[in-house]
């Protein structure tokens, strides 16, 4: 089911929205496309787009909607702005892990994000992690938060060694 929402988040790509909307709603369970709109001759001046080329994708990742924007080479997405997933295990964690990065840079790898082959940053977040690292005036929550700033993707059962010592 549609959220409805008065803010939906739009993600500016050059021209890969489709590409992008299609490969985030391969890996969401419970996702789909709901709209593409494509651009017409009117404003070819501005937008410089071929009339019948994909102008927006609109999609839904577990019930929240998103825009995808073939806005041209102007902008490109930053790590300034993450989306996070909330994890119930390891088995979650790895799953997310692996297709959010695939093709993604490596180097963008740290601390539980991982940044797709488009430049969209994810947070791949144990829930548990909360409980872990929620006062850090406590040495095992410190041990813990010590432990996830030394890693890529989050592993549980270090961040639970970690915490308890």
């Not at 803010?7 to 496309?33: G, M």
């Not at 071929?50 to 577990?62: I, K, Q, T, Y």
């Not at 993450?82 to 840079?105: N, R, T």
Request: aromatic share 10%; with cysteine; net charge negative.
């Amino acid at each position: 089911m549609t959220m409805i929402s008065k803010i939906t988040p739009c993600l500016w790509f050059d021209h890969q929205a489709e590409e992008a909307a299609n490969f985030y709603v391969s890996i969401f369970k419970n996702s789909r496309i709901t709209e593409i709109s494509r651009y017409s001759e009117v404003g070819q001046e501005q937008h410089g787009r071929p009339a019948g080329s994909v102008m927006v994708v609109e999609f839904e990742l577990e019930g929240h909607r998103f825009t995808g924007l073939n806005g041209g080479p102007h902008f490109t997405l930053s790590p300034a702005i993450s989306f996070q997933i909330d994890c119930a295990d390891q088995a979650e964690v790895d799953y997310f892990w692996e297709k959010l990065g695939e093709g993604g840079p490596v180097e963008a790898q740290q601390c539980g994000w991982v940044q797709d082959k488009f430049g969209l940053s994810w947070q791949v977040v144990p829930s548990i992690l909360r409980d872990l690292t929620k006062d850090l005036s406590d040495p095992r929550c410190k041990r813990a938060f010590g432990a996830m700033m030394q890693m890529k993707k989050l592993d549980i059962a270090e961040l639970k060694k970690a915490y308890e010592g």
